[in-house]
């Protein structure tokens, strides 16, 4: 079946340093990919999204690539900070007429001053 | 701004007891979903709807059931909660699955 694999984290890092969080996904057809975050104590938000080959999808100054010769849609930042610091998801929409999507297991990002 | 509500953000119930965690969008989003979020195991779809009275099994439905009488509201109801459903409960609604969910802010639920 579908699914996404995401780097395990956690992820520490410092406060202008380049982020990449790895995702790659097995799915039939062409899916719909997404990055949600989520906030310490809150629900997830869409970050951005891609919904073809080669798109790249883009907000806050994240960005990430749909690759389907590669199947990754790998998230990048080029100076993070202290503020980005939460849980990062990697989705894609399944095929035959479902309206589901599935997430990976989310990667921890802690930023440090 | 659009919005989707869950009624507690956190809630204590005891053991065997009945609980029903509220959702309501104002989008007029045809698709809901219930997910519960546990450490090292991600989100785990427990029950979504494509319409009103609608309702299909997610991955993990056991101990759970849902009723949506609105569009805009989908109810999730642990029938005689247990410790193992101690857990945050996200609900997130949608138009088409490839604009993507909007999510709520999650009801941390614990059952002692």
């Known amino acids: 079946g579908d699914s996404v694999t995401q780097m395990e984290g956690p992820v520490t890092l410092s406060e202008e340093a380049f982020l990449t969080i790895n995702c790659t996904y097995t799915a039939t057809g062409y899916p719909s990919l997404f990055w949600y975050v989520q906030y310490p104590g809150e629900g997830l938000q869409l970050l951005l999204k891609?919904?073809?080959?080669?798109d790249k999808g883009s907000n806050k100054g994240f960005e990430a690539t749909y690759r389907k010769e590669t199947t990754s849609f790998h998230l990048e930042k080029g100076s993070v900070q202290v503020s980005d610091s939460a849980v990062y998801f990697c989705?894609?929409?399944?095929?035959?007429?479902?309206?589901?999507?599935?997430f990976g297991k989310g990667t921890k990002l802690t930023v440090n001053p | 701004d659009v919005k989707v509500t869950q009624s507690s953000r956190y809630l204590v119930k005891r053991t065997g007891e009945k609980v029903f965690l509220e959702c309501v969008q104002d989008m007029d989003h045809e698709n809901m979903f219930w997910y519960r979020q546990d450490p090292g195991l991600g989100l785990r779809l427990i029950y979504f709807?494509?319409?009103?009275?609608?309702?299909e099994k997610g991955d993990i439905p056991e101990g759970y059931s849902v009723s949506r009488e609105k569009k805009e509201r989908f109810s999730l109801i642990l029938e005689s909660a247990s410790t193992n459903q101690t857990s945050m409960y996200l609900c997130a609604s949608s138009l088409r699955s490839d604009y993507g969910y909007t999510f709520g802010s999650g009801t941390r639920l614990t059952v002692v």
């Open positions: 989705a894609l929409t399944t095929q035959g007429g479902s309206e589901k999507l599935v």
């Open positions: 891609a919904t073809k080959a080669d």
């Open positions: 709807s494509y319409d009103v009275k609608m309702k």
